[in-house]
């Protein structure tokens, strides 16, 4: 069974002065809080909804996804 842990997690600032986290690999699996470890915290309690949802439809979670990050210039 996958864990949160084995995914890629993306936490990143939001506009308004709070902190998105979010797992690419997973479509609504996103969260948000005033600091990053607040977020991380919120995901978590997301992902275990997620995984409950996917277990209960006989379903396995999706692979991760490998992630690049790139600057515009």
Do not use: K, S
């Amino acid at each position: 069974m996958r864990d949160l842990d084995d995914y890629t997690i993306v936490i990143r600032p939001d506009d308004n002065g709070t902190f998105v986290a979010y797992v690419p690999a997973l479509p609504g699996c996103h969260a948000w809080g005033r600091t990053p470890d607040e977020a991380r915290a919120e995901l978590r309690q997301v992902f275990a909804m997620i995984r409950e949802e996917y277990d209960e439809e006989h379903r396995p979670l999706p692979a991760d996804v490998e992630l690049t990050v790139a600057h515009a210039r």
